[in-house]
C-alpha cells in the first residue's frame, strides 16, 4: 500500500512537470489585439514561462529573445520605431512553440489617463459628441480599459477580468470612454498624424490615497493616518454583515422608490451609501481604499512603454482633512507613478480644477495644485478656471480640457515651441501705498483683457475687498484701492466658483491662473 502510495505520488509529479514543461505564457491583459506600441523608445514586453524556457517575440522585422527565470518572469525590449499606421501582428514563442499572436498593433504614441470622474467622464455625455459622431469612425484612435473598481490587497501581475484594447469605432464600449482623453487624442492626431492609445484607468470619486503604493504612506501625515485607520477597521470587518445591510438598505429604497410610483410622486435618489455594493476585502468603499486601486489598475501596467500620463483629479482631496496635505499627496503620487515605469522624469500633465459652487476649498486646492507644477520636474498644469458649471461638478465640455492638455503635450513633450501651452501666472507683486503692479510671467504671449476688469481683489484696512484695475503693458495690471487705503495683499479669482469674473488672458486664449499674494 505504502509502495502504491509511493508510485502514484511520482506519477503525479510526473505529469506536473510535464504539463509545466508545456504550459503556455502568460501576459497581462495590456498586451492584446488592437493595443498601440510607443515609437521612438525601446518598448518593453512581459510575462511568464516555465522556468528557463527560451522565449521569443516577433515584430515588425525584429526578433529578441530571452530565458525566463527562475520565478517564471521575463520580460524584452524592442528597438525603437517609427509610427506606423499599418496593421501589424506579434507573435510570441516558448522553446520554438508559439503561444500568442496578437493582432491588429499599431505603432504610435501612448498616454496613461488618471484620475476621477471628470477623467472618466464618457466621450457620450460631452457637448461635442454629436460632431464626433458625425465624423464617424478613428480606427488610429485606440482606448485600452479596465473595469471601473477593481480593488486588490496587493500589487497585481495579470489585470482585472475584461480588461482589454478597443478601437474607436463609436460602439458603445469606445464612446463609454473618458471625454477627455479622446478630445486629447483627437488634437494630438491631427498635429503628429500618428496612432494614438490611451490607457484609460480613472475611478470616479477616488482621492489620490486610492492610487499610491502602500510602501510610500510613510512619507506624508495623512496618508499614514489613513492606512492606520483603514487596517483598524479591516480588522473588525464582517463582510456578510455589510451585505446583509446593504441588501436591506436596497429593498428599503426600492419600496420607497414603488410606494412614489403608486402615488404620482416623484422618487427617491439612491442614497449615496447605496451606489456600491460592499467589497469582501475591504470596509471603505473603493474611491477611498489605500493603495488598492492602484495594485488592481496600476501595478499590472506599470512599465508599459508609455510617453506621459495625463491626470485630472483633485475634487476629492479638496476637503479640509486631506488638503493641508495636498502638494505632498500629489508629489508622492506623481513620483511613484514615475517609479512603477521606470522613468524618473516620465511627463505629468494634469487639469487644474475648473469653477464650481461647493462647501470645499477648491481655491487653495487650485494653489497646491499650481504649487507642484512650479516644484516638479517635466509636470505641467492646464488651467480651465475659465469653465465649468455652478452647480454641476461634472462639466460637460471636454473638448477645452483635452485640447489645452494636448496643446502642453505638443509644447513640452513634443518640442513644437510655437504652440502656445502656458497660461499666464503672477511672478510678483509690487507695492506702493494704495496701489500694487501685478507682474505676471506670460511666455512671450501679451496679456489682454476681456470686457470689463474683473476678478481681482486687494487686502486692505484688514479685510479684502474689491478694487479698480487696469491693464499695464504686455504683462502688468495696476490695482488701486477705491478708497485711498494702504494695500497689503492682492488676489485673482480666489474663489470656488470664479468664471463670471474670468477676465485676464493671453493672446492665445488662455486665462490667468489664480493666486493670492500677502494679506490673511
Not at 63 to 69: D, Q, Y
Not at 233 to 250: C, D, F, L, W
Not at 385 to 404: L, N, Q, S, Y
Not at 406 to 432: H, R, T
Amino acid at each position: 500500500m505504502k509502495l502504491n502510495k509511493i508510485k502514484i505520488a511520482c506519477l503525479c509529479a510526473f505529469v506536473l512537470s510535464c504539463g509545466a514543461l508545456n504550459a503556455d505564457i502568460r501576459m497581462p491583459e495590456i498586451f492584446g489585439d488592437n493595443m498601440v506600441l510607443q515609437r521612438q523608445e525601446k518598448v518593453k514586453i512581459w510575462g511568464q514561462a516555465e522556468a528557463g524556457a527560451v522565449v521569443k517575440v516577433e515584430f515588425f522585422g525584429q526578433k529578441v529573445s530571452t530565458k525566463a527565470g527562475e520565478n517564471g518572469n521575463w520580460s524584452v525590449r524592442l528597438s525603437p520605431m517609427k509610427a506606423d499606421k499599418t496593421s501589424r501582428e506579434m507573435k510570441v514563442y516558448e522553446n520554438g512553440k508559439l503561444q500568442k499572436t496578437f493582432k491588429n498593433i499599431l505603432v504610435g504614441e501612448v498616454w496613461i489617463l488618471g484620475g476621477q470622474s471628470n477623467m472618466e467622464w464618457t466621450l457620450r455625455k460631452t457637448t461635442q459628441f454629436e460632431r464626433v459622431k458625425s465624423e464617424g469612425e478613428k480606427p488610429l484612435i485606440r482606448f485600452f480599459i479596465e473595469p471601473n473598481s477593481a480593488l486588490a490587497e496587493q500589487p497585481q501581475f495579470f489585470l482585472p477580468k475584461g480588461s482589454k484594447w478597443i478601437t474607436f469605432d463609436l460602439g458603445n464600449s469606445a464612446i463609454s470612454r473618458s471625454g477627455v482623453g479622446y478630445y486629447f487624442a483627437e488634437a494630438l492626431l491631427a498635429d503628429l498624424g500618428v496612432p494614438v492609445g490611451l490607457i484609460d484607468t480613472p475611478l470616479g470619486g477616488s482621492a489620490m490615497r486610492t492610487w499610491i503604493p502602500e510602501e510610500r504612506f510613510g512619507e506624508n501625515a495623512f496618508l499614514s493616518d489613513c492606512l492606520k485607520d483603514f487596517k483598524k477597521q479591516k480588522a473588525s470587518y464582517n463582510y456578510e454583515k455589510a451585505m446583509k445591510k446593504y441588501k436591506e438598505g436596497i429593498a428599503k429604497w426600492q419600496a420607497e422608490v414603488a410606494e412614489a410610483k403608486k402615488h404620482s410622486k416623484k422618487a427617491p435618489e439612491k442614497p449615496w451609501a447605496l451606489r456600491s455594493k460592499p467589497s469582501p476585502i475591504s470596509p471603505q468603499r473603493a474611491q477611498g481604499t489605500p493603495s488598492y486601486l492602484y495594485n488592481a489598475k496600476i501595478a499590472p501596467i506599470a512599465s508599459y512603454t508609455a510617453r506621459g500620463f495625463l491626470w485630472y483629479q483633485g475634487e476629492s482631496d479638496a476637503n479640509k482633512n486631506s488638503l493641508p496635505h495636498f502638494e505632498s499627496q500629489f508629489e508622492i503620487l506623481i513620483d511613484s507613478w514615475r517609479n512603477a515605469w521606470e522613468k524618473k522624469d516620465m511627463p505629468f500633465i494634469f487639469v487644474q480644477l475648473a469653477s464650481f459652487t461647493t462647501a470645499s476649498d477648491w481655491a487653495k486646492t487650485r494653489s497646491a495644485q499650481a504649487a507642484v507644477s512650479k516644484k516638479m520636474k517635466n509636470v505641467h498644469m492646464a488651467n480651465i478656471i475659465d469653465c465649468g458649471e455652478e452647480k454641476d461638478i461634472h462639466p460637460k465640455d471636454k473638448t477645452t480640457v483635452g485640447v489645452r492638455l494636448e496643446k502642453l503635450a505638443m509644447n513640452k513633450v513634443y518640442g513644437k515651441s510655437s504652440v502656445l501651452a502656458d497660461a499666464p501666472d503672477i511672478l510678483k507683486v509690487s507695492y506702493k501705498g494704495s496701489s500694487a503692479i501685478a507682474r505676471f510671467n506670460t511666455y512671450g504671449s501679451a496679456l489682454e483683457g476681456r470686457g470689463d476688469a474683473r476678478g481681482f481683489e486687494i487686502f486692505a484696512g484688514g479685510k479684502w475687498k474689491q478694487c479698480k484695475a487696469k491693464l499695464m503693458g504686455p504683462d502688468s495690471v495696476e490695482l488701486s484701492s477705491p478708497d485711498g487705503e494702504k494695500i497689503e495683499g492682492v488676489r485673482y479669482l480666489w474663489k470656488n466658483w470664479a468664471r463670471p469674473d474670468v477676465w485676464l488672458y493671453n493672446a492665445g486664449g488662455l486665462p490667468a491662473v489664480s493666486f493670492s499674494c500677502g494679506g490673511k
